[in-house]
């Protein structure tokens, strides 16, 4: 599970690098059957809606694809 780097990405980061990271990560995990994304541990606080949309937007892009 995992593994979208909390304060890097979700804190820190901006929508665009969220996308890239978290397919980034779908692209070298998604093979393995037992594979979740996920953020790499809680969401810090303060972190922006906009990153949080991002990744959920990402794994709905590559699934869809």
């Known amino acids: 599970m995992g593994n979208v ?24 995990c998604s093979k393995y059957p037992n594979f979740v994304i996920s953020s790499g541990c809680d969401i810090p606080p303060m972190s922006r809606w906009e990153n949080i949309d991002a990744f959920f937007a990402a794994v709905q892009e590559f699934y869809a694809s």
């Open 5 to 28: 780097d909390p304060a890097g990405q979700f804190r820190n980061g901006t929508p665009e690098s969220i996308r890239e990271e978290t397919l980034s990560i779908l692209k070298k």
